[in-house]
């Protein structure tokens, strides 16, 4: 086999333990995706779900932009909304949807996980009900954050440096 350069997945097999991030089955297991088949869908769908948070690629993303400082909370409000659904399928194709549904409602990250939540559906609300954009920007704001949050608590320690970063 020839040699794939650095993204030689198929060589890194035998050093990456299968049950490191693919303990249990795979949302996707019917399809028969191998370890690999199931990386590269995570990394398609995880760059394709952070463009589409404000739209699908570039084009779309920069449309999504001018629509919500024209007024257009609507489309803004749908296409940011596909791209952070799009960007939490990409994980299921590593560890399945049954295991991140755990894992998001563990004891010490479902605070950070229904605020994630939550916000989604507060951006929707703000475009669709109350039909703010400062509210819009607000949510979106309130997502980032509680994301972030979420984030941090997979990386041992890594919430308590921020917290001392940030002196508290």
Not at 17 to 23: K, L, N, S, V
Not at 91 to 100: A, H, N, R, S
């Given at each position: 086999m020839a040699n794939k350069g650095w993204f030689n997945l198929?060589?890194?097999a035998g050093t990456i333990?299968?049950?490191?991030?693919?303990?249990g089955?795979?949302?996707?297991?019917?399809?028969?995706l191998t370890r690999t088949q199931r990386?590269?869908?995570?990394?398609?769908c995880l760059p394709c779900g952070t463009d589409v948070s404000l739209a699908l690629g570039f084009i779309l993303s920069l449309l999504g932009s001018i629509l919500l400082f024209l007024g257009q909370l609507g489309s803004f409000a749908i296409l940011y909304g596909m791209g952070t659904v799009i960007s939490l399928i990409g994980?299921?194709?590593?560890?399945?949807?049954?295991?991140?549904l755990k894992m998001m409602f563990k004891p010490v990250r479902v605070v950070a996980t229904i605020v994630f939540l939550a916000s989604i559906g507060l951006v929707f609300v703000g475009a669709f009900v109350i039909k703010s954009d400062v509210?819009?920007?607000i949510f979106v704001i309130i997502e980032y954050l509680a994301y972030t949050w979420y984030t941090l608590s997979y990386i041992p320690y890594a919430r308590s440096a921020v917290l001392k970063v940030f002196g508290m």
């Open positions: 198929e060589s890194a333990p299968e049950t490191q991030f693919f303990e089955d795979s949302a996707f297991k019917f399809l028969g990386l590269y869908g995570f990394a398609g994980t299921g194709f590593l560890i399945g949807f049954g295991k991140q509210l819009c920007i």
